[in-house]
């Protein structure tokens, strides 16, 4: 299965995933499993090497309990350790 990955004409989006799940004690492989997703594709959305779709934007922030605006931006999160900033 080939690894999607973030064309370069695609905006960035930022996402907090890291964050939420090391607050949460969560290894990467319990979240991909409770997203059912692989841990490397996790470990992608992660540093921001490709954008989630729709479907599983939802899916993390149903996971989270959090709007999907407090997990995904157009704009990095800030300096409190949130988001990726590439």
Do not use: C, H, W
Request: net charge negative; charged share 25%; glycine share 8%.
């Amino acid at each position: 299965m080939e690894t999607p990955v973030r064309k370069p004409s695609e905006p960035i989006i930022y996402n907090r995933m890291a964050a939420l799940r090391a607050e949460r004690g969560l290894s990467r492989q319990e979240l991909a499993q409770a997203l059912d997703i692989s841990y490397q594709d996790l470990g992608y959305l992660e540093l921001g090497a490709y954008n989630p779709d729709l479907d599983l934007a939802f899916r993390v922030s149903e996971y989270f309990g959090l709007p999907i605006e407090s997990i995904f931006s157009r704009q990095p999160f800030g300096e409190e350790g949130y988001g990726r900033n590439v």
